[in-house]
């Protein structure tokens, strides 16, 4: 079965970086894109960025751009998430979540597989 393992949430100051993790296993196939999401208080969850492990290609949310990169490390079926200048509207508990596929789509229907989110919180 696919499972995924979201780590490295934590409280930061604004301004602060946290780097997280996503660490899959399970996994049947070599195709399949890795995104990060965010769902804060009373707000719907919504994509933040995503990876192809086809080609590498890459997503972000205007709302993240500049601020925060994903990469990834195919042979340990990770994806990081690396959150700089973090700023209080980005606390919320972020989710990374599979699909096996290389198209491009940051919507929550088209994954499949979910971790289990990691909180993160930025105070002012």
């Known amino acids: 079965d696919v499972q995924l393992q979201a780590s490295g949430g934590g409280l930061v100051q604004a301004g602060g970086s946290l780097r997280l993790s996503c660490e899959g296993s399970?996994?049947?196939?070599?195709?399949?894109?890795i995104g990060w999401f965010r769902q804060a208080p009373g707000s719907e969850r919504e994509g933040v960025s995503r990876?192809?492990?086809?080609?590498?290609?890459?997503y972000y949310a205007d709302s993240v751009k500049g601020r925060f990169t994903i990469s990834s490390d195919n042979a340990k079926n990770t994806v990081y998430l690396q959150m700089n200048s973090l700023k209080p509207e980005d606390t919320a508990v972020y989710y990374c979540?599979?699909?096996?596929?290389?198209?491009?789509?940051?919507?929550?229907?088209?994954?499949?597989?979910w971790g289990q989110g990691t909180l993160v919180t930025v105070s002012s």
């Open positions: 399970g996994f049947t196939s070599d195709e399949y894109v």
């Open positions: 979540a599979m699909f096996y596929g290389s198209w491009s789509t940051i919507e929550v229907a088209d994954y499949d597989y």
């Open positions: 990876i192809s492990s086809s080609d590498g290609s890459t």
